[in-house]
């Protein structure tokens, strides 16, 4: 949030605010929750998201009105009406005082660029509750013809075959192939994973239908091969926990370091992040190291795990 709003113009009238709170909606995505204490006709919000980041593609249910408009930064709305008609507004500097109405049956998904975060407002007459929008599957509204065919997040540098790729359905296959093939390579330090995944499918529905909607879940790639999984899951206070695994055939190549070094780039530099952790189970001397590697400091021990932490620098 750049700053806590005292009014609010639109259309000609300007109205007072009041703060109510500003939450983490979605990775990525923080809104500022205004109310307009001398009204109940309406209220506000301000979503800020951060570059490369989207909203979550919501469907308008119900309500009188509701309102998308841009504040600052660069990007794009996407409305896909119910015929499958897809309108797309890209917004930037000489957008200023550009909103837009999204009618009941529309679907709508704001876009950041990849270069700058995007502030957007929100009015919803009356008052946002509880059934007004249905969240659907996360997905990319506006398929690129320079986009992926799948539509993910992909993390590389030019000095390492390496790649972070977000895990989507498609990757079900290969993610449970690699948990398949030693499920007691995966459970020898009490970690869970072969027992969540004991199908292919169980693996696509967590896919599809994530329990955890703060947590980024990547596969670790060489080249064209999936050789583990490394995920980052948001734990509030602009932290993070990071945890890693690596197929046994691909043991002692690096990799849990190699794909780290990208997860932490991603968390400070496009997250904003201040801090991430890991949490090893005592006795797991090779992750140990592996951390350490990384620039992890040993912050004390929790529960039967070591606890590392890396900050971000100042």
Excluded at 81 to 100: A, C
Aim: glycine share 8%.
């Amino acid at each position: 949030m750049t700053g806590i709003l005292e009014s609010f113009s639109h259309r000609n009238k300007t109205l007072q605010v009041v703060l109510q709170g500003s939450f983490e909606v979605f990775p990525g995505v923080i809104c500022d929750v205004y109310i307009h204490p001398e009204t109940k006709e309406r209220d506000l919000g301000v979503i800020t998201i951060k570059q490369g980041a989207k909203t979550f593609p919501q469907k308008v249910q119900r309500g009188i009105e509701t309102i998308e408009g841009y504040m600052s930064g660069r990007g794009k709305l996407i409305i896909v009406k119910p015929s499958g008609d897809k309108l797309v507004f890209n917004v930037g500097p000489e957008d200023e005082g550009f909103s837009h109405t999204v009618e009941i049956g529309d679907t709508m998904q704001w876009q950041a660029s990849k270069d700058e975060d995007l502030m957007v407002f929100e009015i919803c007459y009356p008052p946002y509750d509880d059934g007004r929008f249905e969240n659907l599957e996360y997905r990319n509204l506006l398929n690129d013809e320079a986009s992926e065919s799948v539509d993910r997040i992909i993390l590389r540098s030019s000095n390492d075959t390496v790649s972070l790729k977000q895990l989507v359905p498609e990757d079900a296959r290969l993610y449970f192939d690699l948990v398949n093939f030693d499920r007691s390579h995966l459970s020898q330090h009490g970690d869970n994973t072969a027992q969540k995944y004991p199908t292919a499918k169980t693996v696509k529905d967590s896919i599809e239908n994530p329990a955890n909607m703060g947590k980024y879940r990547f596969g670790i790639w060489d080249g064209e091969r999936m050789v583990g999984s490394n995920n980052l899951t948001l734990m509030g206070n602009n932290t993070a926990e990071l945890g890693s695994w690596v197929g046994k055939e691909y043991i002692g190549n690096n990799y849990a370091a190699r794909a780290r070094k990208l997860l932490v780039d991603f968390a400070f530099n496009h997250l904003g992040l201040r801090e991430v952790f890991c949490e090893i189970v005592v006795g797991n001397t090779p992750s140990k190291k592996s951390v350490e590697k990384s620039g992890f400091a040993y912050a004390g021990e929790r529960d039967g795990k070591w606890i590392y932490v890396l900050k971000r620098d100042s």
